[in-house]
């Protein structure tokens, strides 16, 4: 006969196993909340890094330039005040911008975007076209290369000769100089397409326009964004450049050329930090693009492959 003990000892081992999955459960269902916290503390903890380095530095100008009194070197108090009052002090029906703006602002602002956006355009289509082809990448590379390395303000004087100065003149600068670095990061990005998806796509007759727009170009897209970087930050260099010179009627560049022969300082470093203020926010314009199309390749890059990592199970036999 079995005795009681025994039967106690049988219904023991169950009322273990029972347990463990209760104890899983209320953790599983706390780890929620304490996550919350901590994603928001990192966050505050990284837009605190990347603010306190920039209000830093300004602080540090402002000692510097309110110790050392000189003309020469306002304080950035003074500086956002005039800049306030040269651009930013028209009626709230305008966006608060002032008659200055209107006449030289707004018009260098148009001539960087619309140099950039067709300069980006031609870079991609014609980046697209030489990278499919080895043959066309081998005979174009060493004059993309040679036009690559050309300084851009070099070729200022020859659009001189060939336009009159004026917006056709500056918008032709721009385009020519900031083409080339858009033109050959798609076509190196087009040109490291797998070679395995292509076959397949052959394989499956797929016509040319799915090729493009379903392989190449999600292939190029980091390295097209690499170049619209270099290609953004060229065309705001252009387009004060080309506005340094004589025959121009408006713009910032002009504005700058004004306040330097006036021996107006003020205007001189409001232009100054005007331009990195306005380079800072296109860039970011386009990095948060960047993100918003690459972010979820990003991720599946970060994971690990199953197939790849899945370690083999079975013995040799």
Known sequence: ????????TRAGPSDRTVRPPRTVRSARTVRPSRAAPARAASGLRRVALRLGVPVGAVLVWQWAAWAGGSVFFPTPARILAHAHTLWFSGPAGRLFLSDNAFAHLLPSLGRVLGGFCAAALCGVLLGLVVGRSRTVYALCDPVLQFARAVPPPALVPVFVVLFDPGTRMQ????????????LVNTADGVRGVDPLRLEVAAVLRMPLAERVLLLHLPAALPRIFAGLRISLSLSLILMVFSELLPGTSNGIGYQLVDA???SDLLTVWAVIVLLGVAGQVLNSGLLACERLLLGGRREERARPDPHRTRPQRGGVG
Request: net charge positive; glycine share 8%.
């Open 1 to 8: 006969m079995a005795s009681p003990g025994a039967g106690q």
């Open 171 to 182: 918008l032709a600068s721009i385009v020519f100089s900031a083409v080339w670095p858009v």
């Open 260 to 262: 330097q022969s006036r």
